[in-house]
Structures are given as C-alpha cells and as structure tokens.
C-alpha cells in the first residue's frame, strides 16, 4: 500500500511531486515552487514552505539550511478590503 505525504494542502503538492522535481533538476525552492505550483494557494506558502523546503533539501542532499524562501509577490492591483469582505457597497 502506498502512501501519499502531502506537503502542500492548497495546490495537493505531494512529498512524491517535490521528489520528482528535483530529479529533473529543479533544486532550489523557487524552482520547485514554479513547477509543481506549492506555495501558491490560499495559504501562500504559510503552511508548507518549511516542509517543502526540508524536502527539496534531502532530495537534493543538501543541508536544510542553505534553503532559501521563495520570493512574495503581491497582487498586481491592490484588491479593496470590501470586496474580500463580500460588502455590496460600492
């Protein structure tokens, strides 16, 4: 029986999916992030940057700490509090 870890619950990014990743030569976070679209959901990588980056280590063989976070980035256009909000004031 199989056993799927996943690393990232928004996006369904796998333990599996990081490892693959990496294999083809994705072997930094930013990389992987980019490939297997981690990091990119509701949360924004509040929840799974830590394990993914412990994993692209040991997939890679590198130590944990020469991992660096992906790069934030804001919305393109600001986005007003009320229509996160759901207020039909306009």
Known sequence: ???KVILCRCE???LADVQH???LGHADVEE???YTGFGTGPCQGKEC???VARAVAA???RPPGDMTPFTARPPLVPTELAMLAGSDTE
């Open 49 to 51: 940057l830590r394990e």
């Open 12 to 14: 369904d990014v796998t």
């Open 21 to 23: 990743a990496v294999k």
């Open 1 to 3: 029986m199989s056993r």
């Open 59 to 61: 997939a890679a063989g």
């Open 32 to 34: 992987v992030k980019r």
